[in-house]
């Protein structure tokens, strides 16, 4: 998985199996034992990544302070993205893959259910402009990604991460367009 991680995150989807099996230090079919299909690799890094950012959302909902809880958990969120980047180069070339391990880390972990409550917590105190919804954390986060694996390598991504982070700040100054695409959910 480390291996894969670095060179998705290096060479996009266009790392071979073969590549990712030498850089582990196995032979190519001990990745297909595990990994029957590049897809089915993609999928099970996407699941690690959400796993990963359930459990950050967990630790922000301990904190007291409803922002600093927000603020820390898309922080969070945004420096585990840029230690994998691979994960940002997917949701980039497969968004629908990254959808899917978002909504199965709902289904089993109950994702959502964790960032509507932070978004809540933080709306409620007035720390958080009324108007942000869940569908915003996916646009930050795939910005971000984006930024992080640009070809030249944006290495001010952090200073627009404290824009945006400053933008979301309630009560907000100017109305936002509509969402156009909402988080999709599964149907329980």
């Known amino acids: 998985m480390d291996s894969a991680r670095e060179l998705l995150g290096r060479d996009g989807l266009e790392a071979q199996m073969d590549e990712i099996a030498a850089s582990a230090g196995v032979g190519v079919g001990t990745v297909y034992r595990h990994f ?3 897809d089915a ?3 099970a890094l996407a ?5 990963d950012l359930t459990a950050i959302a967990e630790q922000a909902l301990e904190q007291n302070d409803p922002w600093q809880a927000f603020d820390g958990f898309i922080r ?3 420096e585990l993205l840029e230690t994998n980047r691979a994960l940002a180069q997917i949701s980039a070339d ?3 893959l990254m959808q899917s391990a978002a909504q199965d880390a709902d289904a ?3 994702f959502f259910g964790k960032l509507d409550e932070l978004i809540s917590r933080a709306q409620s105190g007035g720390e958080l402009r009324a108007d942000f919804e869940l569908s915003d954390v996916p646009a930050i986060m795939c910005s ?3 930024l992080q694996i640009s070809p030249k390598g944006y290495s001010n991504w952090r200073r627009v991460l404290e824009f945006v982070l400053d933008g979301l700040r309630g009560p907000g100054r100017s109305e936002l367009p509509p969402v156009l695409l909402p988080v999709p959910r599964r149907a329980v």
């Open 41 to 43: 690799l993609l999928q």
């Open 47 to 51: 699941a690690v990544y959400f796993a």
């Open 144 to 146: 971000l990604g984006a």
């Open 76 to 78: 969070s969120g945004a």
């Open 108 to 110: 089993s972990l109950g």
């Open 94 to 96: 497969r968004p629908e």
């Open 36 to 38: 029957a299909t590049k």
